[in-house]
């Protein structure tokens, strides 16, 4: 019940294209889900995140789409850049602590 | 500025030897955690601490020890290293806010066990 599973595990999106990665948790009642962003050698840095009671935020070309009833959320990249190559993160938050639980990421390559 | 610094950046340890892993922030925030990270494993956190003098188990906590005796500081102990502790380590730190509670990640520990 503690667990977020991230999905695909590795994605190769044409330059120009949209990259989405999904997310899914059994536990209703984690209360705040950011995305981070890792490049390699790098430690993960954070990029997006959305309440429970928000079903979309978006920050230039990055949203969050949740779906609480489904108990879901999505990154999309829009318009996909090399630069955006890296591995991205899903997480959770447990409820009444500031512990995060991690997807096993995404790793994202945009060709050029 | 530094954030969250963590040292050493590498390390080759035998079995059965100890080492400590260093992290220090100068953010003044609260919380500090520590994660190791494996290969299609994302990031699982090892301890954590609320504050200075208190500390708290996380998902995979056999094997290590941390101590919190300052807000900047909060190493992570290795007694008596095994394979299975080879990984990568980040700290993390941050502030307590409902929302927006981001965590700031050091660059990471990579260690190996042989």
């Known amino acids: 019940q503690q667990q977020v599973k991230q999905s695909p595990q590795s994605l190769i999106v044409q330059k120009g294209g949209i990259s989405i990665i999904n997310c899914a948790y059994e536990n209703t009642a984690f209360d705040y889900f950011p995305w981070y962003q890792q490049f390699p050698g790098k430690g993960p840095a954070l990029l997006i995140a959305?309440?429970?009671?928000?079903s979309e935020k978006k920050e230039g070309r990055f949203t969050i789409s949740f779906n609480k009833s489904a108990k879901q959320f999505s990154l999309h990249i829009m318009d996909s850049q090399p630069g955006d190559s890296a591995t991205y993160f899903c997480?959770?938050?447990?409820?009444?602590?500031?512990?995060?639980?991690f997807g096993t990421g995404t790793r994202l390559k945009v060709l050029a | 500025n530094a954030g969250v610094t963590q040292t050493p950046k590498f390390r080759i340890l035998k079995i059965g030897q100890s080492m400590t892993l260093q992290c220090t922030q100068d953010?003044?925030?609260?919380?500090m955690y520590w994660y190791r990270q494996d290969p299609g494993m994302g990031l699982k956190l090892i301890y954590y601490?609320?504050?200075?003098?208190?500390?708290d188990k996380g998902e995979v906590p056999n094997g290590y020890n941390v101590s919190r005796s300052t807000t900047e500081d909060f190493p992570l102990r290795l007694e008596l290293a095994a394979p299975s502790q080879t990984s990568v380590y980040f700290c993390a730190s941050s502030y307590p806010r409902e929302f927006g509670n981001e965590q700031f990640f050091g660059p990471g520990t990579r260690l190996t066990v042989l």
């Open positions: 601490s609320v504050g200075a003098g208190i500390t």
């Open positions: 953010m003044n925030h609260n919380y």
């Open positions: 959305i309440r429970p009671d928000v």
């Open positions: 997480a959770a938050r447990a409820p009444g602590t500031y512990k995060y639980i």
